[in-house]
């Protein structure tokens, strides 16, 4: 069926989000964040959303036609070679549900995404946002891979929090979504975390250690967990997405020959779709 996530502010999120606020004028603050990433506070919301999938879904389709077989991350503390299997399907805000209906799952949201092969994950990626998870803030930290599992990590604070994330089954080892946003999301413009990954994520590019979702994957749904996991699918207890973007970040799209094409550039797409 279909279905939509979107968020209401309450007392306790807008007291973690504006802590320096009295807790009435926190809450407006935090409706007013909402309103506006949500695209809600436009003179028409309706046009301005279908303007903004229309825009998603060009990027999705252009990025489906080059047919990547990888994406090289460059930027501080990032030199990260991602692989992407045969059959990948690059997917923006809208989809079509089995009852027919085309629906948008996330409000907001500003990514075009995909499933990473498991087995292709090489070099060093630093995040660019702490990373909230189960409570605790995990700050200042990066992540290792060897042929596509962790290796490695480091965090200034909470490492011992992401280690355990990492080692809670086989597949936390292992990546299952890359999702590709511009830094000048209206998310990462606010200049403040969310602690909400419906928000939060969509600031910035950024990965997701543990499961994939089976529908970025041609026949995906059809698969066993196996042949899912032979075809460059991930399967996990978790998914938990953390940011890696920047205005710093360039990346590269490399075809199956070796190629290699600009997608982001500081940032920023690198391409007129």
Same mark, same amino acid.
């Given at each position: 069926?279909?279905?939509c996530v979107v968020a209401a502010a309450c007392p306790a999120w807008a007291a973690k989000v504006f802590p320096d606020l009295k807790s009435e004028? /926190? $809450?407006?603050?935090?409706w007013k964040a909402v309103f506006e990433t949500t695209? /809600?506070?436009? %003179?028409? %919301? $309706? *046009?301005?959303? &279908?303007?903004?999938?229309?825009?998603?879904?060009?990027?999705s389709e252009y990025l489906q036609a080059r047919k990547y077989s990888a994406l090289?991350?460059?930027? #501080? =503390?990032?030199?990260?070679?991602? =692989?992407? +299997?045969?059959?990948?399907?690059? @997917?923006?805000?809208q989809s079509l549900a089995e009852n027919g209906v085309v629906f948008? /799952?996330? !409000? #907001?949201?500003?990514?075009?995404?995909?499933?990473?092969?498991?087995?292709?994950?090489?070099?060093? $990626?630093?995040?660019?946002? +702490?990373?909230?998870?189960?409570?605790?803030?995990?700050?200042?930290?990066s992540v290792t891979f060897e042929n596509g599992r962790i290796v490695k990590v480091n965090a200034k604070k909470n490492e011992a929090i992401l280690q355990r994330l990492i080692d809670t089954d086989e597949?936390?080892?292992?990546?299952?979504?890359?999702?590709?946003? +511009?830094?000048?999301?209206? @998310? /990462?413009?606010?200049?403040?975390?969310?602690?909400?990954?419906l928000f939060d994520e969509n600031a910035s590019c950024h990965i997701a250690i543990g499961r994939a979702y089976r529908f970025t994957l041609t026949g995906g749904e059809e698969l066993t967990e196996e042949e899912f996991v032979? *075809?460059?699918?991930?399967v996990s207890l978790n998914h938990v997405d953390f940011m890696i973007g920047s205005p &710093? !970040?360039? @990346?590269? =799209?490399?075809? &199956?020959? =070796? *190629?290699?094409? #600009? $997608? !982001?550039? &500081?940032?920023?797409?690198?391409?007129?779709?």
């Open positions: 069926i279909n279905w004028e /926190a $809450v407006e603050k935090l695209r /809600a506070t436009q %003179p028409d %919301p $309706v *046009a301005a959303w &279908q303007e903004h999938i229309k825009n998603l879904k060009k990027r090289h991350f460059k930027g #501080p =503390g990032t030199d990260f070679t991602l =692989g992407l +299997p045969q059959g990948h399907k690059w @997917i923006s805000a948008t /799952a996330n !409000m #907001p949201t500003e990514e075009v995404f995909t499933l990473p092969d498991r087995h292709r994950a090489d070099g060093t $990626v630093a995040a660019t946002f +702490p990373l909230s998870y189960g409570g605790s803030l995990i700050e200042d930290f597949g936390s080892k292992h990546l299952g979504e890359i999702a590709l946003v +511009p830094a000048s999301s209206p @998310i /990462a413009q606010r200049g403040h975390l969310f602690y909400n990954t032979a *075809a460059g699918g991930n &710093q !970040m360039d @990346i590269d =799209g490399i075809k &199956q020959d =070796g *190629a290699r094409e #600009p $997608v !982001m550039r &500081q940032g920023e797409w690198a391409f007129d779709a």
